[in-house]
């Protein structure tokens, strides 16, 4: 039984003898080197150089461990340890690979099925199987062979030898019939690998005739794009020959042109430069002349400017003496002005008594008598147009109080500043209200007769107006018309 377990360790192994040499030469610097593998009751233990780095999996018929140390070789292993401790029956180690990929081997046979503990201790590797150091202490110190069969042991009867004998016979037909069950086992495991083998090497020589004439394929594609990159690029060759013989011709072509145009710019030049010499000598001639005028209108123009000067001067006398007339003649027609508008006032107030003695509560609200107005000239200094809720309102400043009348006539309303000018120009110009919606469609003031000044005042519509003045403001307010 135990052979038949050692060729099951050895046909598992077989990748690996090959290389099982060079698992025993010298570890490398960066590799693990195991240096022993020892049995202890139910305990295996692997001891290497560098903590092991590890997978393991299991087999049946018989039971066995296998474990593959990754990066690591054996270093004075032996390559078969038998044990037959009731437990574990044999080991057997085994490299394969090489330089960083090497993989050193250890395969545990077992007696019966068990369940190892594995644990991983610094650089050691410990395997421990439950019930195993109890089944070595029951078991013979002496090896494990059955009793050879060379007789009767001394004392016993004929009879009791040939039961013996019978015995150990039928011991030995039980373990040959157990081995050759085995070996049928083996037999059939190794007819399984080799047709497997077969199938693998003839899939892998399918996939080689493929590949082989894939690349066939590839290479004659290849070749057929190299002919026609060959083709192509003599193709581009000669374009490249024929365009550079057309830019060669074009080139000669263009330095011929630009000789050409060279002599005729220099002709040109010299031609520039001979009627350029001719403009410049009457140019002289022309300047020569104009200087000459220049310096003659230059004194007529000084005689012309003393001369304009003396009569600006004389003028400037006429002219103080003009305005000093008119100043007085002004001041004598203000003062007349003055006498009058006492005059007038006085007769006003006259006939404003007289009016308020007879209708004291009747009112003209065509007239303002400007309330506290003096007989100054007034001043308007400004004309505008609010837009308001309810109605429209076009008011009147002046400088101090004014008297005032409103006339009406066909879509207009004239109002009519008594003693009043205009101050500034913007204020005559006609403010354009037809846009907005109320009746008033332009408010104009102008300087109107008699030293007063008028403000017209368009309208879209007859509408009801009031008039107002408080102080210095004078305002007339348009109902809004009616919407449509």
Do not use: C
């Not at 593959?68 to 009731?86: L, M, P, Q, W």
């Not at 009627?275 to 310096?295: C, M």
């Not at 102080?471 to 109902?479: A, C, K, P, T, Y």
Request: hydrophobic share 40%; glycine share 6%.
């Amino acid at each position: 039984m135990k052979a038949i377990v050692v060729a099951l360790l050895a046909w598992l192994l077989v990748p690996g003898l090959a290389l099982a040499q060079q698992g025993q030469a010298p570890a490398q610097g960066n590799l693990n080197t195991i240096t022993s593998v020892s049995v202890k009751g139910g305990t295996v233990e692997i001891v290497g150089t560098k903590k092991p780095n590890f997978t393991t999996f299991t087999m049946t018929d018989p039971p066995r461990l296998v474990i593959d140390i990754s990066e690591a070789v054996f270093s004075g292993v032996k390559e078969d340890i038998t044990v037959g401790n009731g437990t574990i029956t044999a080991i057997r180690t085994a490299s394969y690979g090489s330089d960083d990929s090497a993989i050193a081997r250890v395969l545990i046979g077992f007696a019966r099925e068990v369940d190892p503990d594995i644990q991983a201790t610094g650089n050691s590797l410990v395997i421990s199987v439950a019930g195993g150091a109890r089944v070595a202490q029951a078991m013979p110190s002496g090896p494990a062979t059955a009793p050879a069969a060379t007789g009767p042991a001394p004392g016993s009867t004929p009879e009791q030898a040939a039961v013996a004998a019978q015995a150990d016979r039928q011991q030995q037909e039980k373990a040959a019939a157990q081995a050759a069950g085995a070996a049928q086992t083996d037999r059939q495991q190794q007819e399984k690998a080799t047709a497997d083998a077969a199938a693998a090497a003839q899939a892998d020589r399918q996939q080689q005739e493929k590949a082989a004439a894939q690349a066939a394929a590839a290479a004659q594609a290849e070749a057929e794009a190299q002919r026609q990159a060959q083709a192509r690029a003599e193709a581009e060759r000669k374009a490249q020959e024929e365009s550079a013989r057309v830019a060669a011709q074009q080139a000669e072509q263009q330095r011929q042109q630009q000789q050409r145009a060279e002599k005729e710019a220099a002709a040109a030049a010299e031609k520039q430069r001979q009627e350029e010499a001719r403009a410049a000598a009457e140019e002289k001639k022309h300047q020569q002349a104009e200087e000459k005028a220049r310096r003659e209108a230059e004194a007529q123009s000084a005689a012309d400017a003393r001369k304009r000067q003396q009569e600006e001067a004389r003028a400037a006398v006429e002219e103080k003496k003009r305005a000093a007339a008119e100043e007085r003649e002004r001041q004598r027609e203000e003062a007349r002005a003055a006498a009058e508008e006492k005059k007038r006032q006085q007769a006003e107030a006259r006939q404003l008594r007289v009016a308020q003695a007879e209708t004291p509560h009747r009112v003209a609200p065509e007239q303002g008598d400007g309330a506290g107005a003096s007989s100054n000239r007034k001043t308007m200094t400004l004309v505008g147009f609010k837009q308001e809720p309810s109605a429209s309102r076009v008011f009147i400043r002046t400088n101090e109080p004014v008297r005032f009348s409103v006339s009406e006539g066909h879509k207009e309303v004239v109002l009519e500043l008594e003693n009043t000018r205009i101050a500034e120009s913007n204020n005559t110009r006609a403010l354009d209200t037809s846009f907005f919606d109320t009746a008033v469609a332009s408010v104009d003031a102008n300087a109107g007769p008699s030293r007063t000044v008028r403000v017209a005042i368009k309208l879209k519509q007859q509408v009801p107006y009031q008039t107002h003045q408080e102080g210095n403001e004078l305002s007339i307010e348009f109902q809004r018309p009616a919407p449509r």
